[in-house]
């Protein structure tokens, strides 16, 4: 299920405790400085993870984003970088075995599971909580990604608005290289996803009766008869397997966007 590097020891009297991380921690070791010369964010994070020994997994449909003229790498470890390098491109970074996965984020798919609430004691605790979609002000209505087209050309794109009729708050990103208005728009759509925050939030545990299914984060999950509003269609975001005697439970961490549907 795990492949890992052990990072740390301890004993006292009666316990050994190991601490494993996953395959990635191989690019957080060493601090490093560089540069990669007309390169793309996809480009840079496969050499990024091909020199720590791993393998890239990029997107199925990446957009064509313009490569930069010049990407430094200042005194940070790989990982460091790769996650600037993901971001500016709305994608997120996990490691599975010895592979380095670059994804957008998720979206709700068939369930990989339902859990029906009160039908015998399925789950054994949850909490939900709804929120107005972004009413805390603190995420942006409106990102804008600027850059330079042909002859230095000063353009801009932009994300589209989100529909809570706030005030708008804009965030500037400067790309560098030669650029178009609709790859700088594309830029600042896939920020403005990634950084979208999540109107229902929630936690289930429950024990593992399932042999045959194996969840892991970015699932999508069903969730039953735990009311009106909270009844959905849920994206894992942790998932957390706790083992004890004679038994295994499962602690899920989940979210889902006001506007997403199947």
């Known amino acids: 299920m795990f492949k890992g590097i052990l990072a740390n020891v301890e004993r006292d009297r009666s316990d050994t405790t190991f601490t494993i991380y996953d395959m990635g921690f191989k690019m957080k070791q060493i601090k490093k400085a560089g540069y990669f010369n007309k390169k793309g964010d996809l480009a840079i994070l496969k ?12 997107p199925e449909k990446p957009l ?3 490569p930069h003229r010049a990407m430094m790498q200042d005194e940070q470890n790989d990982w460091e970088h790769a996650q600037e390098r993901a971001k500016d491109s709305g994608l997120i970074l996990f490691v599975r075995q010895d592979t380095l996965f670059a994804r957008y984020p998720a979206k709700l798919t068939t369930p990989k599971l339902i859990l029906l609430n009160r039908k015998d ?3 054994s605790d949850f909490n939900f909580t709804f929120r107005t979609p972004e009413n805390e002000g603190v995420r942006p209505r409106v990102v804008k990604f600027r850059g330079r087209g042909k002859g230095g050309k000063r353009l801009e794109g932009k994300s589209d608005v989100s529909k809570d009729g706030r005030e708008n708050v804009i965030l500037k990103r ?6 178009s208005k609709s790859k700088l728009s594309k830029r ?10 999540h109107a229902f939030e929630g936690s289930v545990s429950f024990p593992f009766i399932y042999p045959n299914i194996r969840l892991d984060v970015r699932d999508t999950i069903g969730i039953e008869n735990v009311g ?21 439970n499962i602690d899920l961490e989940v979210y889902r966007d006001y506007f997403q549907t199947l």
Do not use: H, W
Not at 47 to 58: D, K, V, Y
Not at 188 to 197: I, P, S, W
Not at 228 to 248: H, R
């Open 121 to 123: 004691s399925l789950l």
């Open 47 to 58: 050499i990024l993870a091909e020199r720590n020994g791993l393998l890239f997994s990029p």
């Open 228 to 248: 009106e509003l909270f009844s959905q269609d849920y994206i894992c975001d942790t998932v957390n397997y706790n083992l004890s005697a004679g038994q295994m």
């Open 188 to 197: 600042a759509q896939a920020q403005k996803e990634l950084d979208r925050e």
């Open 174 to 179: 400067a790309v560098s290289g030669k650029s």
């Open 64 to 66: 064509k984003l313009e």
